[in-house]
C-alpha cells in the first residue's frame, strides 16, 4: 500500500484547480453539442457527511479521517489526519493516508445547495437538452446517500431528487418561455431489492425483467411511466414510493435502505425548427398548428399527410434522468447483519460487486480499445445502468462517505471505486426523436387528431346548430303561417261584419229611399211608380190566375180520377156481391151435385149387392133345379112353373152373369134398366116377379126342395118390395126434379115473353106496362151480360188461377179442392156457354 495518497491520483486527472476552472466553465457556458466530450461525460463527486450524534456520542471520541484540499477537488482520507505532517507517521506508528482528486468534494459542512447546484443541476440541465443523465449515489451504509439524494422535501434539506424536479418544472415554466417548446415530463420510480426488479409506483408490477431493443434501447419491460405536471405530482409519487422501498434497521444506520432506488425522470421537449423564438416563434408555430389542424381537416384535399409535415418542422429531444440511491455496501462484521439483513448484505455487496466489475471493466486501459468484455448482465443494477456506465449518459457519480475514523476502511474502498469511475468514458449524445417514437409526438399525434376531432365535433355542432336553425326557422314560418291563416280568418268575419252591416245599411237606404220625395211628392205616388207597380200587379195576377186555373185543372182531373175510382169501386162492390151470389149458388148446386153422386153410387152399391144376391139365389136356383131333375118329375109342375116364370120375357131381355154363360134361359129375370121407356139414365124398372106359388127343393134336404124355395120366393119377394119402394122413391125424385125444372122453364119462358112482350107493344095498348117490362128486359140482358162477361173474364180467369195456385199446392193440403176448383171451372164455363147459347 503507497504511503502517501498521492498513489490515489487517477492518471491523466488535470490539476485540480485547472479543472475546477474548465468544469465550472463547461456548466456556465459551453452550449451542448450532439456529442460531448467523453472526459465530459462522467463526474465523480465526493460527499463526506458530518458526524452523526453516534459518532460523536460513542464509545471512543470521534476521530476524523477526511481532509479536504481548499480546492474541492481534493480529498485525503487517512487513518491520522494529525499524522499527515509527519509523513503519516505519529508516535513511530505509520498511518496510511489516501489523496484523491475528484470533480468535487463536498465536505461535512457542504450544504444540499451547494451538492445540487454545482454536481447535479448540469445534469439536470443535459436532461433538458436532450441527454441521458444519471446521479448515481454510492457508499457505505449510512454515509448519506438517501440524504443526498432525496433529503427533506422542501427548504435547505431538500435533496438532489425534489430539487432537480423543481428545476425541471421551474425551467418548462420559466427558462422557456422564449421559446415555443413544449414538454412531456413523465417520471418511474423502481427498486433492486434481493435481485428482484419492483415497480414502486405500482406495487403489483414486481419481478420486472429488462429488455434491450433497437428502438427502445435498454429499459424494464412492463414498468410503469407516470405523466407528472407539478411538483406536487412528484412528491406525491416519491412518497408512494418511499413507502414501498425496502428499509430495515441496521446498525450503522437505523432507516438503511435494502435495496437499490432508481427515480428515473424522462423530459420531452419539442421545439419549433423555424429558429424563430419568443413571440414571433410562439406565433409561427400557432401559425403552423393551426395550418397543420387546416391541413388536418383537408387531408382529403390530396396535400399529402399532415401530421408528417407539422411533425417535420419541430425537434423533439428526450432526456432522461436516472437518480440511483443505492444499496450501502457493508462489511458484514462491522454491521453485524445476520439472517435476512444478511442476505440483504449479501445481495447489495454482489450487485455492488458487479458495479465495480463493469467499472473495472470499463476503465480498464487494456481493454478500452479492444473493448472487452462488460459484464453488465452480472446483476440487475448494472444491467439497468448499462446506457450510464460507458454508454450514452453523462454519470455523475456521488460517493459518500463517513468522516470518522472507524469507516476508514469503507471511505477508503468508496473513494477507490470512485476514482476508478473516474476513468470511465461515456458517449453522450442528444437523443433526437428522428423516427418519431417520443410520447410527445404520440401525444402530440393524439392532440391533433383529437383537435380535428374536436373541430369536426365542432362541425358537426354547427351543423347540428345550422339545421336547428332551419328548423327554429321552419316553426317561425309555420307559426307565421298559421298566424296569417288566423288573421285571414279574423279578416274574413271582419268582411262578413261588414256584408251584413253593408246589407243592413242597404236595407236602411231603401226604407230610407221609399221614404224620400221625387219631385216633391212620395216615391210611390209618382206615374212611373205606378205604372211600374201596375205592371206588376198584372204580372202577379197572371201569374196567380194561371196558377189557378192549373189547380182547378188538377182538382177537375182528380175529382174525375175519384169519381172513376168511385164507378170502379161500386162496380167492383157489385162484382163482389154477384160473385158471393154465384158462389152460394154454385156451392148449392155443388151439394147438390155431391148429393146426387152420392145417391148414386148409394144406388149403385145397392144395386149391386142386390144383383149380387140375385146371382146367388139364382145359382141356388139352377142347383135346385138340377136337383129336381135329377129326381124326375115328381116336381114337374114346379118346373114347369120356373119354365113359365123363365120364359115371361124374351131372351133378349135376360141378363146373364158371366161366370153362367151358356145356361141358357134356365136363369130368372131380375130386372134392367130400361131407357126406353123414360128417356132417363137412373130410371129403375122393377123386374118382372117369378111365378105365384113356386118353390124350390134342397139337394141337403133329401131331394125335397120345397122349403128352400119357399124361403127364396119369399126373399125374392122382399127384394121385389124394396126395389118397388126404392123405385117408387126415385120416381118421386125424379117428378119433384122435373117439377121443378119445369117451374124454371117456365119462369124463364115467362121471362122471355114478359121481355119479348115489352118490346113489342112500346106503340100498342101495353101501354107503361110494356115499356117497363122492355126496360126491365133490356135491364136483365145487360145484366146477364155483364155476368157473362164478369164470368167469363173474370170468375174463369180466377177459377184458372186459383186452380194453377192449387195445383202447385202440395196434394195433401187439397184433397178435395181441386176437383172442386175443377167442377167449378167447369160450371162456370157451362154458365158461360149457356147464357151465350140464350142470347
Ligand atoms: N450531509 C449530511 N448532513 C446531515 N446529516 C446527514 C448528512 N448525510 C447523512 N446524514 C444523516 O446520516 C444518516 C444516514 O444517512 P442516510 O440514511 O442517508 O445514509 P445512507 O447512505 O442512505 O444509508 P443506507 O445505505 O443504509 O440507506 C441520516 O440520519 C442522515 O440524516
Known sequence: M??????????????????????????????PTDVEEVAEAVKVVVRIRPALPRELNGFRPFENAMLVDPSRHVVTVSENLAALNNNGVENGIVYNSYRFGFD???????????VYSQS??????????????????????????????????????????????????????????????????????????????????????????????????????????????????????????????????????????????????????????????????????????????????????????????????????????NLVDLAGSERVHVTGATGKRLEESKKINQSLSALGNVIAALTDPKGRDGRPHVPYRDSKLTRILEDSLGGNCKTTFMAMVSPAVEAFAESLSTLKFANRAKCMRNLPKVNEDLDHRTLLRKYERELRRLRAELQQKSKDLVDKR??????????????????????????????????????????????????????????????????????????????????????????????????????????????????????????????????????LEAYDTHQKRLEDQLDRKTAELITLRKIAMEHGSKDALRDSALEAAAEGRAASDWTIPAGLAGTGPQLAQVGVYDESESGSPLVWQPAVGFGGGAAFRSSDRGGDGSVAVDELQQQLEELRLLRGREAAAAAEREAHWREQVEELQAHAAHLEQQAAGGGGSSSGGGGGMAAALGARCDALCKERDALRVILDSKVRVLVEDMSRSVAQMPAEAHPKLGKQLEYLGKLVRATVHAMAAQQ
Not at 468535487?104 to 445547495?113: A, D
Not at 457505505?140 to 432537480?164: D, H, L, N, S, V
Request: net charge negative.
Open 120 to 321: 447535479a443541476r448540469p445534469a439536470v440541465q443535459n436532461v433538458l437538452q436532450g441527454f441521458n443523465a444519471s446521479i448515481i449515489a454510492n457508499g457505505q451504509t449510512g454515509t448519506g446517500k438517501t440524504y443526498t439524494m432525496e433529503g427533506e422535501r422542501a427548504g435547505p434539506g431538500a435533496g438532489i431528487i425534489p430539487r432537480a424536479i423543481e428545476d425541471v418544472f421551474a425551467h418548462i415554466q420559466h427558462g422557456s418561455e422564449g421559446e415555443s417548446c413544449k414538454f412531456l415530463v413523465r417520471a418511474s420510480y423502481l427498486q433492486i431489492y434481493n435481485e428482484v426488479i419492483s415497480d414502486l409506483l405500482k406495487p403489483e408490477s414486481s419481478n420486472l425483467v429488462v429488455r434491450e431493443d433497437r428502438r427502445r434501447g435498454v429499459h424494464v419491460e412492463g414498468l410503469s411511466e407516470w405523466v407528472v405536471r407539478s411538483p406536487a405530482e412528484v412528491y406525491a409519487l416519491m412518497e408512494r414510493g418511499a413507502a414501498a422501498r425496502a428499509t430495515g434497521a441496521t446498525k450503522l444506520n437505523e432507516i438503511s435502505s435494502r435495496s437499490h432506488a432508481i427515480f428515473m425522470l424522462i423530459v420531452e421537449k419539442s421545439t419549433p425548427l423555424d429558429g424563430g423564438t419568443g413571440a414571433a416563434a410562439a406565433a409561427a408555430t400557432a401559425a403552423a398548428l393551426a395550418s397543420e389542424q387546416f391541413a388536418d381537416l383537408a387531408a382529403g384535399s390530396g396535400h399529402g399527410p399532415p401530421s408528417a409535415r407539422a411533425e417535420m418542422r419541430q425537434s423533439v429531444r428526450v432526456g432522461k434522468l
Open 466 to 599: 345550422l339545421v336547428l336553425q332551419i328548423e327554429e326557422a321552419r316553426r317561425r314560418e309555420q307559426a307565421d303561417k298559421m298566424a296569417a291563416i288566423h288573421a285571414l280568418e279574423r279578416q274574413s268575419q271582419e268582411i262578413m261584419r261588414h256584408k251584413s252591416a253593408m246589407a243592413a245599411l242597404q236595407t236602411r237606404i231603401a226604407s230610407m229611399q221609399s221614404q224620400l220625395l221625387v219631385g216633391g211628392q212620395k216615391v210611390e205616388d209618382t206615374p212611373q211608380f205606378r205604372t211600374m207597380l201596375a205592371k206588376e200587379q198584372a204580372r202577379i195576377r197572371d201569374q196567380y190566375e194561371a196558377r189557378l186555373r192549373d189547380l182547378e185543372s188538377e182538382r177537375q182531373s182528380v175529382q174525375e180520377d175519384k169519381a172513376q175510382v168511385d164507378r170502379y169501386k161500386q162496380l167492383l162492390l157489385k162484382q163482389r156481391d154477384i160473385m158471393i151470389a154465384l158462389t152460394q149458388r154454385l156451392n148449392e148446386r155443388d151439394d147438390q151435385i155431391l148429393s146426387l153422386q152420392a145417391e
Open 104 to 114: 468535487r468534494v463536498y465536505g461535512p459542512e457542504s450544504t444540499q445547495e451547494d
Open 2 to 31: 503507497p504511503a502517501f495518497p498521492g498513489a490515489g491520483w487517477a492518471e491523466g486527472y488535470p490539476a485540480a484547480e485547472q479543472e475546477e476552472r474548465a468544469h465550472e466553465d463547461s456548466l456556465a457556458s459551453a452550449p
